[in-house]
């Protein structure tokens, strides 16, 4: 038994970030995580001679300025190493048109989308302004959804002019900018736009949060960019492992949370974990709850009973997406001449695939050779309560299915593969915890996003909810500023407001 100012459930880089920005200013912290290593969707394993990213394979905000680098600034550690994307990825309709690179130098980017999408150019600015405004609202660290007085206050001083421009598209969709710039039958740039909104967002332009959506757009240039890390994604983790050791935060692997009740006795949270063979109790004023939010329906039961209203709202989330990822690696040499680390196509069979593929020296795999995952949406429903001779026909067809798209992509062998292996909802369920498998957190469509979202301040005092169910959203870039915001909050509840972050 042990008690802490907070106990965080979650060691992905949500929990990870929040712990080390709380330790960092003198809280004491306790991490919990069912897993034996920390990093959950952004984490890695490891197969014969190769490592496998688990999920992220691409970094935004580790520019100046960028939610990560901010943040490793403050707690003084150094960002891992990193090269910039350029392009951020390649994408194919596989409709005989031309493949579409998104370039990260701004004035290639914007040659090329004009080629490409003749008279758009008057939708990319009007993202790139709703963007900039967003930016500066979101560096001054707003809190979203408004739950309280001190929330409002935030909001009012992260508000910048322009916001009360852009903030009349709070109910608008990517498809109304469309509209608006009179490119709503451009077939060509809707398809484009459905594939790498889906990607970032679980929605197509149809449903995107334009707020949302032109941000998403926008990440892949200058001045922000996406990063690939140099030694395995697992490098982001470690270095947020390192602050939290410097600053004496407890992080207990193998913890897996089974129950939070409130303790009237000692009027704080008490977290009930287990390891393979005992039964450990935490006791905490705040807790920080990262995994998704429907977990809670399982292992808050009691309180969860008195507030009707709240657990209704969590029953009733919409049902996120799952990821089927297949991990493999093959000779450099059998691969056709690659132009990008990262591709996005459209597959007749499967829809669309993303991949991303390893650089030459970048500890993934031995010299000579790459490592390629390719990774699909798929429903998570469609993966459970099927027998298990089912299941493994069901799961020995997609990965020979994908291994095939690949193939024809990318002209390789089908002898040439030296690994492969498919991870599915089970799969992800089994690593991360995630009920049934759900990955990336809820689909941002205006009634989902930022005031209209799921808020961090949950009706139980001391419990806070945190990750890519939660504004901004996901990715690692999202769920670390949603770290921060959590911070944020229970430092206020104790007075602690001025800090240079
Ligand atoms: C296939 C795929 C590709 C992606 N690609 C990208 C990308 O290129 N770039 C990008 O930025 N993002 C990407 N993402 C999204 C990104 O990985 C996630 O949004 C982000 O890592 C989520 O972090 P998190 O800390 O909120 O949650 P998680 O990573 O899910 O971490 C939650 C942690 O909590 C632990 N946990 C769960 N339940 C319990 C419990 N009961 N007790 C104790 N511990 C528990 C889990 O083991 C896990 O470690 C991708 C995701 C997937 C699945």
């Given at each position: 038994?042990s008690?802490?100012?907070?106990?965080?459930?979650?060691?992905?880089?949500?929990?990870?970030?929040?712990?080390?920005?709380?330790?960092?200013?003198?809280?004491?912290?306790?991490?919990?995580?069912?897993?034996?290593?920390?990093?959950?969707?952004?984490?890695?394993?490891?197969?014969?001679?190769?490592?496998?990213?688990?999920?992220?394979?691409?970094?935004?905000?580790?520019?100046?300025?960028?939610?990560?680098?901010?943040i490793?600034?403050?707690?003084?550690?150094?960002?891992?190493?990193?090269?910039?994307?350029?392009?951020?990825?390649?994408?194919?309709?596989?409709?005989?048109?031309?493949?579409?690179?998104?370039?990260?130098?701004?004035?290639?980017w914007?040659?090329?989308?004009?080629?490409?999408?003749?008279?758009?150019?008057?939708?990319?600015?009007?993202?790139?302004?709703i963007h900039?405004?967003?930016?500066?609202?979101?560096?001054?660290?707003?809190?979203?959804?408004?739950?309280?007085?001190?929330?409002?206050?935030?909001?009012?001083?992260?508000?910048?002019?322009?916001?009360?421009?852009?903030?009349?598209?709070?109910?608008?969709?990517?498809?109304?900018?469309?509209?608006?710039?009179?490119?709503?039958?451009?077939?060509?740039?809707?398809?484009?736009?459905?594939?790498?909104?889906?990607?970032?967002?679980?929605?197509?332009?149809?449903?995107?949060?334009?707020?949302?959506?032109s941000?998403?757009?926008?990440?892949?240039?200058?001045?922000?960019?996406l990063?690939h890390?140099?030694?395995?994604?697992?490098?982001?983790?470690?270095?947020?492992?390192?602050?939290?050791?410097?600053?004496?935060?407890?992080?207990?692997?193998?913890?897996?949370?089974?129950?939070?009740?409130?303790?009237?006795?000692?009027?704080?949270?008490?977290?009930?974990a287990?390891?393979?063979?005992?039964?450990?109790?935490?006791?905490?004023?705040?807790?920080?709850?990262?995994?998704?939010?429907?977990?809670?329906?399982?292992?808050?039961?009691?309180?969860?009973?008195?507030?009707?209203?709240?657990?209704?709202?969590?029953?009733?989330?919409p049902?996120?997406?799952?990821?089927?990822?297949?991990?493999?690696?093959l000779?450099?040499?059998?691969?056709?001449?690659?132009?990008?680390?990262?591709?996005?196509?459209v597959?007749?069979?499967?829809?669309?695939?993303?991949?991303?593929?390893?650089?030459?020296?970048?500890?993934?795999a031995?010299?000579?050779e790459?490592?390629?995952?390719?990774?699909?949406?798929?429903?998570?429903?469609?993966?459970?309560?099927?027998?298990?001779?089912?299941?493994?026909?069901?799961?020995?067809?997609?990965?020979?299915?994908?291994?095939?798209?690949?193939?024809?992509?990318?002209?390789?062998?089908?002898?040439?593969?030296?690994?492969?292996?498919?991870?599915?909802?089970?799969?992800?369920?089994?690593?991360?915890?995630?009920?049934?498998?759900?990955?990336?957190?809820?689909?941002?469509?205006?009634?989902?996003?930022?005031l209209?979202?799921?808020?961090?301040?949950?009706?139980?005092?001391?419990?806070?909810?945190?990750?890519?169910?939660?504004?901004?959203?996901e990715?690692?870039?999202?769920?670390?500023?949603?770290?921060?915001?959590?911070?944020?909050?229970?430092?206020?509840?104790?007075?602690?407001?001025?800090?240079?972050?």
């Open positions: 038994m008690k802490t100012e907070v106990v965080i459930v979650g060691a992905g880089i949500a929990g990870l970030t929040s712990a080390a920005i709380l330790s960092k200013l003198g809280l004491s912290v306790t991490l919990l995580e069912s897993h034996t290593q920390s990093g959950g969707c952004a984490g890695t394993f490891k197969r014969k001679n190769y490592i496998f990213d688990v999920g992220a394979t691409q970094v935004a905000g580790l520019e100046k300025g960028g939610i990560h680098s901010r490793f600034e403050f707690l003084d550690i150094e960002l891992p190493k990193a090269t910039i994307l350029d392009p951020a990825c390649i994408v194919d309709l596989n409709d005989g048109s031309m493949q579409i690179p998104i370039w990260y130098k701004k004035n290639e914007i040659e090329e989308r004009e080629m490409q999408f003749p008279g758009s150019s008057r939708f990319w600015q009007l993202c790139s302004l900039q405004s967003n930016w500066a609202f979101a560096n001054n660290n707003p809190v979203l959804p408004i739950n309280n007085f001190w929330d409002f206050t935030q909001l009012i001083k992260a508000l910048t002019p322009s916001n009360l421009g852009t903030g009349i598209l709070l109910k608008s969709t990517v498809f109304d900018l469309l509209r608006i710039c009179g490119l709503s039958k451009n077939d060509r740039l809707i398809k484009f736009l459905n594939l790498q909104l889906k990607l970032y967002s679980q929605e197509d332009v149809y449903n995107t949060a334009a707020l949302y959506g941000t998403v757009l926008q990440m892949s240039q200058q001045p922000y960019g990063w890390l140099k030694q395995s994604m697992q490098s982001l983790s470690e270095a947020l492992e390192g602050s939290l050791n410097k600053t004496g935060a407890k992080i207990i692997f193998g913890h897996k949370v089974h129950s939070i009740n409130f303790d009237d006795q000692n009027k704080c949270w008490k977290i009930l287990k390891s393979k063979k005992c039964l450990f109790e935490y006791f905490a004023n705040n807790l920080v709850y990262t995994p998704p939010p429907q977990s809670l329906l399982e292992q808050l039961k009691e309180p969860l009973n008195k507030k009707q209203t709240y657990k209704n709202r969590l029953n009733n989330l049902e996120p997406s799952g990821a089927l990822v297949f991990y493999s690696a000779k450099k040499e059998h691969i056709k001449k690659l132009a990008s680390n990262h591709y996005q196509f597959s007749n069979i499967l829809g669309s695939l993303f991949v991303s593929i390893s650089q030459e020296g970048d500890g993934r031995p010299k000579g790459i490592t390629l995952i390719a990774s699909m949406f798929t429903k998570t429903k469609d993966w459970f309560g099927l027998d298990k001779s089912e299941y493994l026909e069901k799961k020995k067809e997609f990965l020979k299915k994908i291994a095939s798209e690949l193939e024809r992509q990318f002209d390789i062998a089908p002898g040439n593969w030296l690994h492969k292996e498919l991870a599915t909802p089970l799969g992800f369920e089994k690593w991360t915890n995630r009920p049934n498998g759900i990955v990336g957190g809820l689909g941002q469509n205006p009634s989902a996003f930022g209209f979202g799921l808020s961090s301040r949950t009706p139980f005092k001391g419990l806070w909810l945190c990750g890519d169910s939660i504004y901004p959203g990715g690692t870039a999202g769920v670390s500023q949603s770290a921060l915001m959590v911070s944020r909050q229970i430092l206020a509840s104790k007075g602690i407001n001025n800090f240079n972050l």
